[in-house]
């Protein structure tokens, strides 16, 4: 569910994003490989829920590759390998259940307009990944970003780390990791970093208490 019709967040995104893609796509050059793979097998079956333009999924190396989203302009910027679900995500997936080994979200939940729609969301996660499989989630801390965090027309639901785990826990899940700061906050209208720069960034954990604003959280079915 969002609180944006598909059509409007095609106007927002392509207005928003579409201007550095080159640099996102680099960027996840570094993130997927060097972090995030770590958590993926080779043949894992992996679903990217608010795949955005797919810069995660098209990156990710694993078995087979699933991308959910309402904006009806993400299937242009998939690669061919990957199956495009345009769904509303806090109704029933057509998924089956215990067929998910990692589901991925980066910067989606807080675009959901309630924590009723993300309780739905997360039901619909539980039910689809495998016994230990692993709900990876990235997001806007609103604890560190309460100047920013609304400076986004499409932000509707605010969430910290400690609210995302605790309503994680609530749908059956236990929390594997939870880093409150991961990432800064957002590539839109920043500077673009040298990527050597972001890898570096990755391996040096304390430089995340400095400068990190998203958080992290990795939560496994029970």
Same mark, same amino acid.
């Given at each position: 569910?969002?609180?944006?019709h598909?059509?409007? #967040?095609?106007?927002?995104? /392509?207005?928003?994003?579409?201007?550095?893609?080159?640099?996102r796509?680099?960027?996840?050059?570094?993130?997927?490989?060097?972090?995030?793979?770590?958590?993926?097998?080779?043949?894992?079956?992996v679903l990217?829920?608010?795949c /955005?333009?797919?810069?995660?999924?098209?990156?990710i190396?694993?078995?087979?590759?699933?991308a959910?989203?309402?904006?009806?302009?993400?299937?242009?910027?998939?690669?061919?390998?990957?199956?495009?679900l345009q769904?509303?995500?806090?109704?029933?997936?057509?998924?089956d259940?215990?067929?998910?080994?990692i589901?991925?979200?980066?910067n989606?939940?807080?675009?959901?307009?309630?924590?009723?729609?993300?309780?739905?969301? #997360?039901?619909?996660?539980?039910?689809?990944?495998?016994? /230990?499989?692993?709900?990876i989630?990235? /997001?806007?801390?609103?604890?560190? #970003?309460?100047?920013?965090?609304?400076?986004?027309?499409?932000h509707?639901?605010?969430?910290?780390?400690?609210s995302l785990?605790?309503?994680?826990?609530?749908?059956?899940?236990?929390?594997?990791?939870?880093?409150?700061?991961?990432?800064?906050?957002?590539?839109?209208?920043?500077?673009?970093?040298?990527?050597?720069?972001?890898?570096?960034?990755?391996?040096?954990?304390?430089?995340?208490?400095?400068?990190?604003?998203?958080?992290?959280?990795v939560?496994?079915?029970?």
């Amino acid at each position: 569910m969002s609180a944006n019709h598909p059509e409007e #967040l095609r106007r927002i995104y /392509g207005a928003r994003f579409e201007k550095n893609l080159v640099y996102r796509k680099r960027v996840w050059g570094i993130l997927a490989p060097e972090f995030f793979q770590k958590y993926v097998s080779p043949s894992a079956t992996v679903l990217d829920l608010g795949c /955005g333009y797919g810069e995660f999924i098209n990156t990710i190396r694993c078995g087979r590759k699933l991308a959910m989203d309402l904006n009806p302009d993400a299937p242009r910027f998939l690669a061919e390998d990957v199956h495009f679900l345009q769904q509303d995500c806090s109704t029933r997936w057509p998924c089956d259940d215990s067929s998910l080994d990692i589901i991925f979200s980066s910067n989606f939940f807080e675009h959901l307009p309630g924590k009723n729609a993300l309780k739905q969301t #997360l039901e619909e996660c539980f039910r689809c990944l495998k016994p /230990g499989g692993k709900l990876i989630a990235m /997001g806007p801390n609103i604890r560190f #970003l309460s100047d920013k965090y609304w400076d986004f027309w499409d932000h509707h639901l605010a969430l910290s780390d400690r609210s995302l785990a605790e309503g994680l826990e609530n749908c059956g899940f236990s929390i594997l990791e939870n880093h409150d700061r991961f990432l800064p906050y957002t590539m839109v209208d920043s500077r673009e970093y040298p990527l050597a720069a972001i890898s570096l960034y990755l391996k040096v954990r304390p430089a995340w208490k400095i400068f990190g604003r998203q958080f992290l959280i990795v939560a496994a079915k029970k």
